[in-house]
């Protein structure tokens, strides 16, 4: 049974600063997502990463594959308040169906 | 963009009604997928369906059955609703194969009371 687990679950960030969230999953994976949700609202695709070693950017984060770790990153560059939200990771291996992380809660503060 | 509709936002419904979830994709995606997140558990997998009449079992299938008459439409069914059902219900959507992402509608918020 393939498990997720992310860390830290809550995370308080001041502007400007630098931060990395963990993606640890417990089987062979063929895929990792990262999703991002703000209060209220559905999940926003925000990485694929489907091979080792993929790297992917998109403003002021970075997403990061490791299979041999199954270890997935996601870093959080001169954070500002608009990143405020809850961020998942997924994973899945050899059929449709996904394990998602608990989710990350990201607050960046003034 | 893709766009996942799902039926109603916010829902009230009484123990022991049946209770349908309607979901609606308009980008012609073969997989279909029903959600639920609760705090602190992140998303459960319920049911999901790769093709017209097709489903599988998800983690938690108990208490709940799935409809797919037609490929834009997934129909999540609650048979006799308990409260421990209340809970945010998500549908999503990919295309054919494993690999695709999965885009999500804007969830419905269900209380049982």
């Known amino acids: 049974e393939l498990k997720v687990e992310q860390n830290p679950l809550f995370l308080s960030m001041q502007e400007g600063k630098n931060y990395t969230i963990y993606c640890n999953y417990s089987?062979?994976?063929?895929?990792l997502y990262w999703y991002r949700q703000d209060p209220g609202k559905s999940l926003e695709s925000l990485f694929v990463l489907l091979s080792n070693g993929a790297v992917k950017q998109e403003g002021r984060l970075m997403a990061s594959l490791d299979t041999k770790a199954r270890l997935s990153t996601l870093h959080i560059t001169a954070a500002v308040h608009d990143l405020s939200a809850t961020y998942f990771c997924s994973s899945g291996a050899g059929s449709y169906q996904l394990t998602f992380g608990k989710g990350t809660k990201l607050s960046v503060i003034p | 963009d893709v766009k996942v509709t799902q039926s109603s936002r916010y829902l009230v419904k009484r123990t022991g009604e049946k209770v349908f979830l309607e979901c609606v994709q308009d980008m012609d995606h073969e997989n279909m997928f029903w959600y639920r997140q609760d705090p602190g558990l992140g998303l459960r997998l319920i049911y999901f369906?790769?093709?017209?009449?097709?489903?599988e079992k998800g983690d938690i299938p108990e208490g709940y059955s799935v409809s797919r008459e037609k490929k834009e439409r997934f129909s999540l069914i609650l048979e006799s609703a308990s409260t421990n059902q209340t809970s945010m219900y998500l549908c999503?959507?990919?295309?054919?194969?494993?690999?695709?992402?999965?885009?999500f509608g804007d969830g419905t918020r269900l209380s049982i009371l």
């Open positions: 089987t062979t994976s063929d895929r």
């Open positions: 369906s790769y093709d017209v009449k097709m489903k």
């Open positions: 999503a959507s990919s295309l054919f194969g494993e690999r695709q992402p999965q885009h």
